[in-house]
């Protein structure tokens, strides 16, 4: 009796989540048709004064690499200008970065009063002469063409542009299993902008018009939420004053970046994105995180319930097949639309932790706290 009414009620949330897995890959193949290689200014008179904005923080084993993919764009030198934000490193950052720069005058080092990435942002959006803001991290890596890619969209009336960002690193299993739950959050990410209701963007790889960033008045009302400099920032362009978002595709718009190296740091970063899910203030959004997250807690106790009896395993199983199938949808079109390769064994793999590493880092991430950049943070501080 009891397997039956779990398995009951079950169906009726894997219902909801294939419908909106479904939808997600409706709004992929949309961003799919939207874009096209072509997609790149037509001269330098199209291009807008752009500053590349990058928080760092005891980054002087990956800073050299990100000059030197910056110093490599194609986008006209005079128009552009990067501003590196140390926030307060201890190590040698600061002295890596400018031997890194060798006197190219497009990069500016600014060391920030504040604390924090957003402050960082903040400080940098308003040291900046640029008409268009673009953020990235500082261990990423840029195609040339990028900062003309994410600048592209805005010759069409754009206000903010999300650009995709995935994980270069293959090697191993456990490589390979963040590559494909970051594709997973790209793809929704992506798939949100192409149904036309914007939720989720990543602040490696984000632009927008530095007037709208004043006219909303930045990160107000949400600093102190350590997380969400992307999103928070995009929902009030998008929603509050009705500014237009867009996804880009474009193959030079892709934003690499390295995995996680230890479980331990991968869930620390994963628990960081988790808690400002507590500070949205969209109730239709937050509605359904809550029923995903209802969704992900009965999967995870579908495994236990199935030794109940012969029918009850097999209902087990079904729903398990159902999961992978919906989740493989969004995955391989998400993969198809940035040129990723997905391995089946991989997904498979995957899907036996999927659930419980979804509902551990919620709980966390609501009622926990985590370490970053070697500051401890604890989310009812949020």
């Known amino acids: 009796m009891i397997a039956y009414a779990f398995f009951s009620l079950f169906a009726a949330l894997t219902g909801v989540y294939v419908l909106f897995l479904l939808r997600m890959r409706a709004g992929l193949r949309f961003i799919a048709q939207q874009h096209s290689d072509g997609e790149r200014p037509s001269s330098e008179k199209d291009l807008p004064v752009v500053t590349v904005l990058v928080p760092m923080r005891n980054e002087e084993d990956q800073i050299r690499g990100l000059v030197s993919s910056l110093r490599g764009q194609d986008y006209a030198p005079e128009r552009t200008e ?18 890194a720069i060798g006197g190219d005058a497009r990069f500016r080092i600014l060391p920030i009063a504040g604390t924090g990435k957003k402050a960082a942002i903040t400080e940098g959006v308003h040291a900046s002469r640029g008409e268009i803001v673009v953020t990235t991290d500082a261990d990423c890596r840029h195609a040339a063409g990028w900062l003309a890619a994410m600048a592209a969209p805005f010759r069409d009336g754009a206000d903010i542009v999300a650009g995709p960002v995935v994980y270069d690193d293959r090697r191993t299993l456990f490589q390979r299993f963040q590559a494909m739950e970051f594709l997973g959050l790209m793809g929704v990410g992506a798939g949100f902008f192409g149904i036309g209701y914007p939720r989720l963007c990543n602040g490696a790889n984000l632009a927008y018009r530095r007037a709208m960033f004043t006219t909303v008045s930045g990160f107000e009302g949400n ?74 807690l009965f999967a995870a106790a579908a495994p236990f319930v199935s030794f109940a009896s012969g029918p009850a ?9 159902v999961k992978v199938i919906a989740d493989a949808t969004v995955l391989y079109s998400a993969a198809a639309l940035f040129r990723q390769p997905l391995r089946i064994p991989d997904l498979v793999a995957a899907e036996f932790l999927h659930a419980y590493y979804l509902v551990s880092v919620s709980i966390i991430g609501f009622f926990g706290g985590y370490t970053w950049k070697d500051r401890r943070i604890r989310s009812r501080e949020q």
Do not use: C, N
Not at 82 to 99: C, I, M, P
Not at 235 to 264: E, M, N, S
Not at 313 to 321: P, R
């Open 82 to 99: 990067v501003l590196l934000l140390d926030d307060h490193s201890d190590d040698g950052t600061a002295r890596h970065a400018a031997e």
């Open 313 to 321: 395993l097999l209902a087990g199983i079904l729903f398990f097949a």
């Open 223 to 296: 600093a102190h939420v350590q997380s969400g400099d992307d999103e928070f920032l995009l929902h009030k362009i998008i929603y509050r004053q009705g500014g237009v978002g867009r996804f880009t595709a474009h193959p030079d718009a892709l934003v690499r970046t390295a995995a996680a190296p230890t479980v331990r740091s991968f869930l620390q970063q994963r628990v960081r994105w988790a808690s400002k899910g507590r500070s949205y203030d969209d109730g239709r959004f937050v509605s359904f995180l809550v029923l995903l997250f209802i969704y992900m």
